[in-house]
């Protein structure tokens, strides 16, 4: 195992234009690293993919367990609430 917490794909963490790193979940719903808030961005909002010079600096703040060309190992991040189909 390469590292710990929650894995997700690189290619899903993305940094708004207003400097925020957030994941995108899909169907237009967002999570900030920061505060774990769940957000409705629109792909206009979106600046680019993270750099590894941005994941280094989440690294060192304790937010990044590990990363690489892949994969993205995130430490406390709160799990999305979903409803399930009763």
């Known amino acids: 195992m390469k590292g710990r ?18 994941i995108d979940w ?4 967002f999570q900030d690293v920061h505060s774990g808030e769940f957000l409705a961005c629109t792909e206009g909002e979106i600046s680019h993919h993270i750099l590894d010079d941005e994941l280094e600096m989440l690294k060192r703040g304790g937010k990044v367990d590990y990363f690489d060309g892949k994969d993205v190992y995130f430490n406390n991040l709160p799990e999305r609430h979903q409803r399930t189909i009763e």
């Not at 917490?5 to 957030?22: E, F, H, P, Y």
């Open 5 to 22: 917490g929650t894995l997700v794909n690189r290619v899903w963490v993305v940094v708004t234009r207003s400097g925020s790193v957030v």
């Open 26 to 29: 899909g169907d237009e719903v």
